[in-house]
């Protein structure tokens, strides 16, 4: 039995003796070999599938965005205003 990572390694070795072959028969073998160990590998990913996105769910994610934005630029204009007016470090009893 084989991790994918040992495949992966197994492949690479494999690659590396292609790659140094002078020998036309023993390249076509080494080739036969990489080829079902690159199936096996693209069979076998251990990553995770891509998160399918909804219309729904980017609407939605959408909105908080430009809402955290809007939120964003209402603190800036508060705080420059504070400044302004000189009250930035009073505290507010209600608050």
């Known amino acids: 039995m084989m991790t994918l990572d040992d495949l992966y390694d197994f492949g690479s070795y494999f690659s590396a003796e292609f790659n140094n072959c002078k ?38 994610i959408r909105m908080i965005s430009d809402q955290a934005v809007q939120i964003a630029n209402f603190a800036g204009a508060t705080l420059v205003t504070a400044e302004q007016l000189r009250i930035k470090t009073k505290p507010l009893e209600t608050f």
């Open 23 to 60: 020998d036309r028969k023993k390249q076509k073998k080494l080739d036969a070999v990489l080829k079902k160990i690159q199936r096996l590998l693209d069979t076998y990913i251990d990553e995770e599938p891509p998160q399918i996105l909804n219309i729904e769910n980017a609407h939605k």
